[in-house]
């Protein structure tokens, strides 16, 4: 529903999707095995997508700040909830490897995901040539599933692995803020400075906990003629995290053994994944736009990416990406 109050706006909504899976499983042959033995076997089962449930309650709103210029704040803030309590399949299909420590000790994953999600927008504009902008989101994923201990388990159509595995129900909360200040240069140009910032927080099970990353940008907005504009963009970012730990993986879901045959071989240490390395970014952006006809509005837009992951002696070190389009809009009514 949706209430205006005068120069104020207020909205809620509720939002639900529900999935239900009557396949629970694929079983496909393997041409490489004939029967069934404990090291190998001649079937493999897979879990299919299991019923599940989301619902989002959304409340958003906009009003008109008391100033003497124009000025306005706009908000948003939505909760979610993800359900999903489908049973676990056995380990394996093959009736040859049999342990106790192949029984399961939680019938189900008993999954509950809590989001939740809010946007911050204030625009001001003080003086006819100068206009300002400041965002905030936030967004927060809270996982409240069982952690469930497997003291043995079978991959497929592996053999058993002994070794004790937990799953981890991982969470992370992200915050962006970024200020925008555009100034009417002249009557056809208009420049634009800004800074952004980023921040993560992640759960111990990933190799950084903490990340920041955050840098100043530049825009420049041409108007070539009544029909034809022309932007330019640059930002610099750099990406710092508060230390690289590479067997946090393994420490929030393995036992003793298994976290030391993990630092022996599971993982290089100086191996850094491209989402959590520390890293300097360049990124060139470009657009243009021009009215061919009443009818015909053509653009063009495209960029590069440079970025340099300054301490990452395995994995991506260096990053170089380019993008290009056009499109073409009829205005025919």
């Known amino acids: 529903g949706e209430l205006l109050?005068?120069?104020?706006?207020?909205?809620?909504?509720?939002?639900?999707?529900?999935?239900?899976?009557?396949?629970?499983?694929?079983?496909?042959?393997?041409?490489?095995?004939?029967?069934?033995?404990?090291?190998?076997?001649?079937?493999g089962r897979l879990a299919l997508a299991p019923d599940n449930s989301a619902h989002s309650l959304a409340l958003s709103g906009s009003a008109r700040l008391p100033f003497d210029f124009p000025a306005r704040a706009s908000a948003s803030l939505v909760y979610g909830v993800r359900l999903q309590d489908e049973s676990f399949l056995p380990h394996t299909i093959n009736e040859t490897i049999a342990s106790p420590g192949l029984a399961l000790l939680e019938e189900d994953l008993d999954g509950e995901v809590h989001t939740l999600l809010g946007n911050l927008v204030v625009?001001?504009?003080?003086?006819?040539?100068?206009?300002?902008?400041?965002?905030?989101?936030?967004?927060?994923?809270?996982?409240?599933?069982?952690?469930i201990l497997f003291p043995e388990h079978v991959g497929n159509d592996a053999p058993l692995e002994t070794g004790a595995r937990r799953s981890v129900a991982n969470d992370y909360s992200v915050h962006k803020a970024s200020i925008d200040a555009g100034y009417a240069l002249s009557s056809r140009l208009t420049g634009h400075l800004g800074y952004g910032w980023e921040f993560w927080d992640r759960s111990s099970d990933r190799q950084v906990q903490n990340l920041h990353e955050h840098g100043p940008r530049a825009k420049l907005d041409y108007r070539l003629s009544s029909s034809t504009s022309l932007a330019l963009g640059y930002a610099f970012l750099t990406r710092d995290g508060d230390g690289y730990d590479p067997f946090a993986y393994f420490d929030a879901t393995l036992d003793a053994d298994g976290r030391d045959a993990a630092r022996?071989?599971?993982?290089?240490?100086?191996?850094?994944?491209?989402?959590?390395?520390?890293?300097?970014?360049?990124?060139?952006?470009?657009?243009?736009?021009?009215?061919?006809?009443?009818?015909?509005?053509?653009?063009?837009?495209?960029?590069?990416?440079?970025?340099?992951?300054?301490?990452?002696?395995?994995?991506?070190?260096?990053?170089?990406?380019?993008?290009?389009g056009g499109e073409a809009l009829s205005l025919i009514h």
């Open 123 to 147: 625009s001001v504009d003080p003086t006819p040539d100068l206009d300002l902008d400041l965002r905030y989101r936030v967004y927060r994923y809270d996982n409240r599933s069982d952690e």
């Open 5 to 43: 109050l005068g120069a104020h706006v207020l909205a809620l909504e509720y939002t639900g999707s529900f999935f239900e899976n009557e396949a629970r499983s694929a079983t496909v042959d393997n041409p490489l095995v004939a029967a069934d033995s404990p090291a190998a076997t001649s079937r």
């Open 264 to 324: 022996r071989f599971g993982e290089l240490p100086g191996l850094r994944k491209f989402d959590q390395a520390d890293r300097n970014r360049h990124r060139f952006d470009f657009l243009s736009r021009s009215r061919l006809a009443e009818w015909l509005e053509f653009s063009l837009a495209g960029g590069l990416d440079v970025s340099d992951y300054r301490n990452s002696s395995f994995g991506i070190t260096e990053e170089r990406a380019w993008t290009i």
